[in-house]
């Protein structure tokens, strides 16, 4: 996983890179109860929204105890449960992080975390494994004056923790960092951070809203002390929407598209490639039942109206795609369902494909499954 490497302080100024990690914390002080249940949620939720899964990135396993032997054990059981988590590794003692991280293996953990008091230690223990080194301070000097101390002993991979257990503090402390770093060009804050809602709350709503800010104002990594689908979902569907490049429209290719296994009599649908209205759309037919074909016409990423405004979703273009789509090998009818708001093009339609009778769709997709289901080829 890749955090950091941002350049601007504002999405829309160009774009945000790496979108926010999200985590959830085990300790070697939890029931195996506890820990296989946030092992398994970490496995099983995940959505996909227009394309993309979504889901939790990593998983914190921290030495709570103190105990070496109780700290590796865990991690293995991390490791083998969670196959495509990744591991942040947590303990006062460079000892057993040493242990941990070689069981890790080839799975790169990062090692959490330097202080004032032991970032010798630490800075070797990171070295010798190839690890990143996490940096926390007591305040944001403290966390410059190790970071400082790392960068001269030639660490290049750092992520930092100020030590802020507040919404304001570390709200502050994020900005701070980010700021000083792309404005000031300051070095020893010139690299992600890492914040724990699941330290400033007991109350998972609360930390749910608290993540939300810090994923809003350049977190590199957040970790929560749970995940569970209400408060995950959101929390991933804002970092989609934060972290999805403004300048570059989501789209999905141009093609025709079966849905619940079209034969020749399946009625045909036609749509832009703007991606939520095509997984929208695509959902609706599927939850209808019925097969269709649906066509997709290349916009260029706009939404129907926006492309038919910008003469990118004309007659004339439907019509060449039409009949270099393959569309008419496949289905024996010729009628073409378009959507409702283009009503006003039927007639221009009807000219350019003359074999073809446009049926006009709804204008909302939601209604779709119960057109489909009425619908009939045009005798």
Same mark, same amino acid.
């Given at each position: 996983?890749?955090?950091?490497?941002?350049?601007?302080?504002?999405?829309?100024?160009?774009?945000?890179? +790496?979108?926010?990690?999200?985590?959830?914390?085990?300790?070697?002080?939890?029931?195996?109860?506890?820990?296989?249940?946030?092992?398994?949620?970490?496995?099983?939720?995940?959505?996909?929204?227009?394309?993309?899964?979504?889901?939790?990135?990593?998983?914190?396993?921290?030495?709570?105890?103190?105990?070496?032997?109780?700290?590796?054990?865990?991690?293995?059981?991390?490791?083998?449960?969670?196959?495509?988590?990744?591991?942040?590794?947590?303990?006062?003692?460079?000892?057993?992080? *040493?242990?941990?991280?070689?069981?890790?293996?080839?799975?790169?953990?990062?090692?959490?975390? !330097?202080?004032?008091?032991?970032?010798?230690?630490?800075?070797?223990?990171?070295?010798?494994?190839?690890?990143?080194?996490?940096?926390?301070?007591?305040?944001?000097?403290?966390?410059?004056?190790?970071?400082?101390?790392?960068?001269?002993?030639?660490?290049?991979?750092?992520?930092?923790?100020?030590?802020?257990?507040?919404?304001?503090?570390?709200?502050?402390?994020?900005?701070?960092?980010?700021?000083?770093? %792309?404005?000031?060009?300051?070095?020893?804050?010139?690299?992600?951070?890492?914040?724990?809602?699941?330290?400033?709350?007991?109350?998972?709503?609360?930390?749910?809203?608290? =993540?939300?800010?810090?994923?809003?104002?350049?977190?590199?990594?957040?970790?929560?002390?749970?995940?569970?689908?209400?408060?995950?979902?959101?929390?991933?569907?804002?970092?989609?929407?934060?972290?999805?490049?403004?300048?570059?429209?989501?789209?999905?290719?141009?093609?025709?598209?079966?849905?619940?296994?079209?034969?020749?009599?399946?009625?045909?649908?036609?749509?832009? +490639?703007?991606?939520?209205?095509?997984?929208?759309?695509?959902?609706?037919?599927?939850?209808?039942?019925?097969?269709?074909?649906?066509?997709?016409?290349?916009?260029?990423?706009?939404?129907?109206?926006?492309?038919?405004?910008?003469?990118?979703?004309?007659?004339?273009? %439907? !019509?060449?795609?039409?009949?270099?789509?393959?569309?008419?090998?496949?289905?024996?009818?010729?009628?073409?369902?378009?959507?409702?708001?283009?009503?006003?093009?039927?007639?221009?339609?009807?000219?350019?494909?003359?074999?073809?009778?446009?049926?006009?769709?709804?204008?909302? *997709?939601?209604?779709?499954? =119960?057109?489909?289901?009425?619908?009939?080829?045009?005798?």
């Amino acid at each position: 996983m890749t955090i950091g490497g941002e350049t601007c302080l504002y999405r829309h100024e160009k774009r945000f890179e +790496n979108p926010t990690g999200i985590g959830v914390l085990v300790t070697n002080a939890m029931s195996d109860a506890d820990v296989d249940g946030r092992i398994e949620r970490f496995n099983k939720l995940r959505y996909e929204r227009v394309g993309v899964m979504m889901k939790a990135d990593c998983i914190a396993v921290k030495d709570e105890k103190n105990d070496g032997a109780s700290f590796k054990a865990l991690v293995e059981k991390v490791l083998s449960g969670a196959s495509d988590a990744k591991i942040i590794l947590m303990s006062e003692t460079p000892a057993h992080l *040493a242990d941990a991280a070689a069981a890790c293996g080839e799975r790169t953990p990062l090692i959490y975390a !330097a202080t004032a008091d032991n970032a010798d230690d630490m800075s070797k223990v990171a070295n010798d494994a190839g690890c990143p080194l996490a940096v926390r301070g007591k305040n944001m000097d403290d966390t410059i004056a190790v970071s400082e101390k790392l960068i001269a002993a030639g660490h290049k991979d750092l992520v930092l923790d100020t030590g802020a257990r507040s919404v304001r503090a570390a709200f502050e402390d994020n900005v701070v960092a980010r700021k000083a770093a %792309i404005t000031q060009k300051y070095k020893p804050l010139g690299f992600p951070t890492i914040n724990f809602p699941c330290e400033m709350t007991d109350d998972p709503l609360l930390e749910a809203m608290i =993540a939300s800010v810090m994923i809003a104002k350049y977190a590199g990594i957040v970790i929560l002390s749970d995940l569970q689908g209400d408060i995950l979902f959101p929390l991933l569907l804002e970092r989609l929407n934060i972290f999805t490049d403004p300048q570059r429209p989501m789209v999905v290719q141009e093609d025709v598209y079966n849905i619940n296994g079209p034969d020749e009599n399946s009625p045909v649908l036609i749509t832009c +490639n703007f991606s939520l209205t095509y997984f929208i759309v695509s959902g609706e037919i599927e939850g209808s039942k019925v097969p269709s074909w649906l066509l997709i016409k290349d916009t260029e990423g706009l939404s129907v109206l926006t492309a038919w405004a910008a003469g990118k979703f004309g007659a004339d273009l %439907i !019509a060449q795609f039409i009949k270099k789509s393959g569309i008419e090998d496949k289905v024996k009818h010729r009628e073409l369902i378009i959507p409702g708001y283009l009503a006003s093009m039927k007639g221009e339609l009807e000219e350019e494909l003359s074999e073809w009778t446009i049926t006009i769709g709804p204008r909302e *997709a939601g209604h779709l499954p =119960a057109f489909l289901k009425e619908w009939k080829p045009a005798a």
